[in-house]
Nanobody, 123 residues
Framework: QVQLEESGGGLVQAGDSLRLSCVAS????????MGWFRQAPGKEREFVAG????????DYADSAKGRFTISRDDGKNTVTLQMNSLKPEDTAVYYC????????????????WGQGTQVTVSL
């Protein structure tokens, strides 16, 4: 098990950038695949980006490709989501999640979750 805590959300204007961070507890962080998901009001939780432990293979949702970058620092037990060129449709609660194994786009295949951080993008 790993405990996760997100930070970095906020209210920004369209075109701005935000950097989300997720800090994990535990000494085996490097073994975990980390994912970022988001959930807007009335919508399903959806995959945004993921990065595998031990090698760092990444995967992005089409909506995130070219605008968002996921990275990890295993020495600091941290995974980061750099979000550029934000759009109003990016407005959601963003969650950090962890699992063992490969990156998975299905949220219910992750057993460890943070509390979420709100991102609001205005016009």
């Amino acid at each position: 098990q790993v405990q996760l805590e997100e930070s970095g959300g906020g209210l920004v204007q369209a075109g701005d950038s935000l950097r989300l961070s997720c800090v994990a507890s535990g000494r085996t962080f490097s073994y975990y695949t980390m994912g970022w998901f988001r959930q807007a009001p009335g919508k399903e939780r959806e995959f945004v980006a993921g990065i595998r432990g031990t090698g760092g293979t990444t995967d992005y949702a089409d909506s995130a490709k070219g605008r968002f970058t996921i990275s990890r620092d295993d020495g600091k037990n941290t995974v980061t989501l750099q979000m550029n060129s934000l759009k109003p449709e990016d407005t959601a609660v963003y969650y950090c999640a962890a699992r063992l194994g490969s990156v998975d786009r299905l949220w219910n295949n992750y057993g460890n979750w943070g509390q979420g951080t709100q991102v609001t993008v205005s016009l």
